[in-house]
């Protein structure tokens, strides 16, 4: 791996240095360069990128190798998915949402508007939510998910008008008054409408079930969940960043 991406430089090959030292250094170089550009047999690619390639290339699709199993988790927290090869092909990393979303920057956004605001309650429901899919505790990352996203319109809500916030109790009534009478969620694109058939109300029922109750979830449907309130918290934090009324675009 360290002579396909071009770091023999950086990591000695003689015995005087130890594996696990030698993982380490590769660990840090790798994280110093993450976007420097090298060239491979997939054309050019950023090192962090070329990396996770050769990793993915040592998986196998039957093993029970916790290594593994969290190299793939927080793969597909990023957006990709490992295609497993037929019989004497290794398998392949593969992009399972458009670049547009690209989700690592959509995280990091989300997470440094969060900090920008000072919404801590939903941060912490997010980092919570995190922190229990990457352990593969499914029921308990949808419901901090969603504890997180109500949490993060309630401060919104608080933020712009913060008296009339006050003087409304209630998760949904703090989201009607972003609609009406603030104008942050729009009408006519469906974001709310008085008859709970909207996006935000959706998403909320959506999020509702196969949570820590009731039922069961899958990691599948888990990250898909984490993937839409990134996109939609990116979304409504920006408008929020900008200073905009979903009225004036």
Known sequence: MVLRLGLEADIPAEDTVGIGKKCDRL?????????????????????????????????EESSASVRQRDLLRGLARDGY????????????LRAAL?????LPAADDEVRGLLK???????????????EAHTRGDWEAANAQLRTSLEGLFND????????????????????????????????DRKEWTADGKNY?????????????HPGLSDEDHCTFRLHIVLV??????????????????
């Open 27 to 59: 660990g840090r170089t790798i994280l110093d360069r993450a976007t420097v550009p090298v060239e491979t047999l997939d054309g050019t690619l950023s090192l962090a990128e070329a990396f996770v390639r050769e990793a993915v290339n040592l998986a």
């Open 156 to 187: 919104i809500a608080r933020h712009i008008d913060p008296e009339n916030a006050g003087q409304r109790l209630g998760d949904v009534n703090q989201r009607q008054m972003l609609a009406d009478p603030i104008g942050f969620l729009a009408v």
């Open 81 to 92: 998915v490992v295609v497993w090869g037929g019989w004497k092909e290794p398998p392949r």
């Open 200 to 212: 935000v109300e959706g998403l909320f029922k959506m999020l509702h079930t196969d949570g820590s």
């Open 232 to 249: 939609t918290a990116r979304t409504f934090l920006r408008r929020l960043q900008q200073g905009r009324l979903a009225s004036t675009g």
């Open 116 to 130: 920008h605001f000072g919404f801590t309650v939903p941060l912490r429901h997010l980092d919570v939510a995190i």
């Open 98 to 102: 458009p670049e547009e979303v690209d």
